[in-house]
């Protein structure tokens, strides 16, 4: 099946940092990212959703000013934390859609980001 | 009340038995997804359905539109699919995800 991979898989950074966060479709071209945000024994919290080459929408509640969403490519999305805190300490996934296998727009998740903010 | 319930929450069970997760949502769906998140945190995309039954090896997904009801069943379960199954469901109206709040699945030896 198709592969979404993340990088790093987990980071460790001081207060007042900026992280980045990358999210790949290695074997199909996504046309749609989204970038979930999950805590502890929660579900996925969507917090945006991005198409190649167009500003990110955010969800409500989210600071785009804080989370910094660059959809390059039909391949590569990154997600940035500028002057992270510790309650942005969180597990951060990223998804895909797009056409692979040649079948139906499913979506693909990555294996997320554990961000740690000391 | 959640748009998507899952149940149970938690569940327990033996190597080998026959194990049901269900799902029930109340908005109008494109499609519904069973996913699996094991406790390193990644997710695995088990099902996308619309519409009928699925089955990949042990695992079987059913949906019903008119019921708006979705199960995941494990065939001769094993310790391997302990993990989280959490079921997610594409609004039809903002084209987004809905997940539930997942089942914590133990297989015990």
């Known amino acids: 099946g198709a592969v979404v991979s993340q990088h790093p898989s987990r980071v460790i950074c001081k207060s007042g940092t900026s992280v980045k966060i990358e999210c790949r479709s290695l074997d199909f071209q996504a046309t749609t990212m989204f970038w979930y945000r999950q805590f502890p024994k929660q579900s996925l919290m969507l917090m945006a959703t991005?198409?190649?080459?167009?500003?990110?929408?955010?969800e409500q509640g989210v600071e785009k000013d804080k989370f910094l969403i660059n959809h390059a490519s039909l391949t590569l999305s990154t997600l940035t934390v500028t002057s992270a805190h510790p309650e942005d300490s969180s597990f951060y996934i990223c998804?895909?859609?797009?056409?692979?296998?040649?079948?139906?727009?499913?979506?693909?998740f990555g294996p997320g980001t554990r961000l740690t903010v000391t | 009340k959640n748009e998507v319930e899952q149940s149970p929450q938690n569940l327990t069970a033996q190597e080998g038995e026959f194990i049901t997760i269900n799902c029930s949502y109340s908005?109008?769906?494109?499609?519904l997804h069973w996913l699996q998140q094991h406790p390193g945190g990644g997710i695995v995309s088990l099902f996308m359905l619309s519409s009928g039954k699925k089955k990949h090896g042990r695992l079987i997904a059913t949906i019903n539109i008119q019921e708006k009801h979705s199960s995941l069943h494990i065939t001769a379960s094993h310790p391997r699919d302990s993990a989280v199954y959490i079921c997610?469901?594409?609004?039809?109206?903002?084209?987004?995800?809905?997940f539930g709040t997942g089942t914590l699945l133990a297989v015990q030896p």
């Open positions: 997610a469901v594409r609004s039809g109206a903002t084209n987004k995800l809905i």
């Open positions: 998804s895909a859609t797009g056409l692979a296998g040649g079948s139906s727009y499913e979506q693909y």
């Open positions: 908005v109008g769906i494109s499609a």
């Open positions: 991005s198409n190649e080459g167009s500003k990110a929408t955010y």
